[in-house]
């Protein structure tokens, strides 16, 4: 047997290689062995920090009779959803037509041509209540293959036909309101737990995309008084609890997945680099520095990798006294650690990921004043940069500097431009803001957003390529182009960047108000777009007039910007639109304010930026 995984990119594939299935990484040769013995097709779908992913590793694919049996009668693919993101999409939207109860591992039945017949996630190595084993599950599919071959290939192709229309069909939009979001923010106060805070029962996950939404429109001005009131409070109450409560590792700073129980304790104890991202700008926003400088400990000294970059998680496993052990290295203090094997991390450096990774540390250490968070966060994008940035077409993942073949999705091209912008403007920079733009113009055709290339198997397969429109963990791919082109638009006054940010968000916005849960990122840009748009851009001078920048950063701005004069002429030769002719007036550190890119005289005077 040929150990074709031994050399993945993906550390989760590297796992299995050592497996007796006959495993084929994600590829057309596994469809051409299929078509040439006429068998099915399984692709298993799992991620490296995925806890029953090693159950049913450990069960089922390392049983050398069930592999024997695998091997016999299909062709088995293994896929790490993280690395190819479009895949695990289009095989969830097919999967749904089989089981309701849609997770990881992801197990699917295809003919070779690429359409799902079966699936289903874990199935243990014996029968039990509710779940067949997993050879019982092996037998079924192969006796459906033999015995009804003809019904299993036409209801398989219904199902393609379907899904191909579902994803043809045009998406419907609303305008986001101050209306609609009162009901939204009434809706949430009313689902929060209000005994320990954040929402929905157990498992309870941190949800950040809608607690940084909620951050926002605690401020805005969309919103009277008591819903601002709501949104504040039901965010400030989750953010407490969970920086309090299990949720977070006390000694390694950083935040894990969810939480088995409703209380915050109990936790899965993986930690992602996305999830601690996002609270990371949550807990600056909300200007607690200790629980920040926590999660930034933990990306700096735990998921950095030689270079810069970020590795995409780290495990809930460990071994603790040789013994193989479920979060039993977080109940250990710090010096008893030092004695102890660390979770294994998953080093696969994601560029999505990191984007959001490296908008969090610029955008965090700016507004706390922690310059050493800058620094961390324009290491990663040099890295980033230098590896997954070739002759202009990203790259979605890598090892070691190796990259992967998978395609870059959207979520990367709009993940790291949008990251790239936050550094830009952190660090004074216009060559990321830049970059940002010619990664972002390359998604853009005739008004619309789409990554540049998609799946090529997919593609010959004739299967739609999915994208996960849902945020509860994390922003789609299509709010994070669509934020990185809002960005640019309020940077250049260019209004192609907003219509097709714009064009982007509706429709998720629109999901929002019936899933707030669900759709948090696209909910907090669609109210950011309609809100009154008030630009401050503040040139430094020689009396160092940090105190005039200050109270600027502390304003409800749309983009708030402190630079130098030689910065903010840059940035204007450069095309952007906002720092023409910004210069200190006198010397003295000087504020221009717009609103609605109608701007007033400069001030030199805090006290009259109003």
Request: one cysteine or more; glycine letters at 10%.
């Amino acid at each position: 047997m040929i150990g074709r995984l031994h050399d993945a990119v993906s550390p989760y594939l590297r796992s299995h290689a050592g497996n007796p299935v006959d495993w084929f990484p994600w590829g057309e040769e596994a469809f051409d062995r299929a078509r040439e013995r006429d068998v099915p097709v399984l692709v298993s779908i799992g991620y490296a920090t995925c806890h029953w992913c090693h159950v049913m590793a450990r069960e089922s694919f390392s049983d050398p009779d069930l592999a024997a049996r695998l091997n016999a009668g299909f062709v088995a693919i293994k896929v790490d959803r993280e690395e190819h993101p479009e895949v695990d999409a289009a095989c969830l939207a097919a999967a749904g037509a089989f089981t309701p109860d849609l997770g990881w591992p992801l197990n699917v039945f295809m003919t070779p041509e690429g359409r799902v017949f079966h699936a289903g996630t874990y199935s243990p190595p014996r029968p039990a209540p509710g779940h067949p084993s997993f050879r019982q599950v092996l037998d079924a599919v192969e006796a459906a293959w033999i015995d009804r071959r003809t019904d299993v290939e036409a209801s398989a192709a219904g199902l393609a036909a379907a899904l191909r229309d579902a994803t043809a069909a045009e998406p419907p939009s609303s305008p986001v309101t101050g209306e609609a979001l009162a009901r939204v923010v009434d809706e949430l106060g009313a689902d929060e737990d209000r005994q320990h805070g954040g929402f929905g029962g157990a498992p309870k996950f941190p949800v950040a995309p809608l607690l940084l939404t909620l951050l926002a429109l605690g401020r805005s001005p969309l919103l009277d008084p008591p819903h601002r009131a709501i949104a504040q409070g039901v965010t400030s109450r989750a953010l407490t609890a969970m920086r309090d409560g299990a949720l977070r590792d006390p000694v390694g700073g950083g935040f894990f997945r969810y939480a088995v129980r409703r209380d915050w304790t109990e936790p899965h104890y993986e930690r992602m680099l996305t999830d601690n991202a996002l609270l990371l700008r949550a807990y600056a926003e909300l200007g607690d520095r200790k629980t920040a400088a926590g999660i930034v400990g933990f990306l700096r000294d735990v998921l950095r990798r030689p270079g810069g970059a970020f590795g995409s998680g780290q495990d809930s496993e460990s071994v603790v006294d040789g013994a193989g052990s479920e979060g039993g290295y977080y109940a250990l203090d710090a010096a008893a650690r030092a004695d102890q094997p660390a979770p294994a991390v998953d080093a696969k450096v994601l560029t999505g990921w990191n984007g959001l990774a490296i908008g969090a540390l610029a955008a965090a250490g700016a507004r706390l004043g922690e310059p050493a968070w800058i620094e961390l966060a324009t290491a990663a994008a040099e890295a980033l940069l230098a590896t997954h940035l070739r002759d202009g077409v990203l790259v979605r993942a890598s090892l070691d500097g190796r990259p992967s073949g998978a395609v870059a999705t959207l979520e990367d091209h709009g993940g790291l431009a949008d990251g790239l912008l936050d550094l830009a403007l952190g660090t004074g920079r216009p060559h990321y803001a830049a970059v940002a733009r010619g990664i972002v113009d390359r998604c853009l055709c005739d008004g619309r957003f789409a990554a540049p290339a998609t799946d090529p198997v997919l593609t010959a397969l004739r299967v739609p390529g999915g994208s996960d429109a849902t945020e509860g963990a994390s922003p789609s791919g299509a709010t994070l182009i669509a934020s990185a082109a809002w960005k640019l638009h309020l940077l250049t006054a260019d209004p192609a960047y907003r219509d097709a940010a714009a064009s982007a968000v509706a429709p998720l916005a629109a999901a929002a108000m019936d899933r707030p849960i669900g759709y948090g990122a696209a909910l907090g840009l669609g109210a950011a777009m309609v809100e009154p748009i008030r630009q401050v851009v503040v040139v430094t001078g020689a009396d160092g007039g940090g105190a005039l920048g200050a109270a600027a950063a502390l304003l409800p701005s749309s983009v708030t910007v402190v630079l130098d004069e030689r910065a903010a002429r840059e940035f204007a030769a450069a095309g952007f639109e906002l720092f023409q002719d910004r210069s200190t007036v006198e010397g003295r550190s000087t504020a221009y304010v717009c609103e609605d890119f109608s701007c007033r005289l400069p001030v030199t005077d805090p006290a009259a930026l109003g």
